[in-house]
């Protein structure tokens, strides 16, 4: 199983960007995923998650409305779009499956991680 994040970068404050997880190795149609990240100095920190069929997600209140999450199960990818990103949002962004048809927002219940792409949030 590998999965490939893209799409990190620099970004303005106010501005969008959205990550992408193509995933290889595994049929993502089976599985829930999630959007991990980690600041430098921090613990890895939840983001968002989407169940299998895309009918269920978790926000994080400080990101609600700003974050979505979605998934092409065709094309086996998974997509983070970030709106209005804050300097706070900088962070090293991983994707993650989860072995079960649920999704979760606690890190230690996700089995294959990608390799992470940086986004970085200037003021």
């Known amino acids: 199983v590998q999965l490939v994040e893209s799409g990190g970068g620099l970004v303005q404050a106010g501005g969008s960007l959205r990550l992408s997880c193509l995933a290889s190795g595994l049929t993502l149609s089976s599985y829930a995923m999630g959007w991990f990240r980690q600041a430098p100095g921090m613990d890895r920190e939840f983001v968002l998650a989407i169940s299998r069929r895309g009918g269920s997600t978790y926000y994080a209140d400080s990101r609600k409305g700003r974050f979505t999450i979605s998934r092409d199960n065709a094309k086996n990818t998974v997509y983070l779009q970030m709106n209005r990103p804050k300097p706070e949002d900088t962070a090293v962004y991983y994707c993650?499956?989860?072995?079960?048809?649920?999704?979760?927002?606690?890190?230690?219940?996700?089995?294959?991680w990608g390799q992470g792409t940086q986004v970085t949030v200037s003021s």
């Open positions: 993650a499956v989860r072995s079960s048809p649920y999704d979760s927002r606690s890190y230690n219940e996700y089995d294959y």
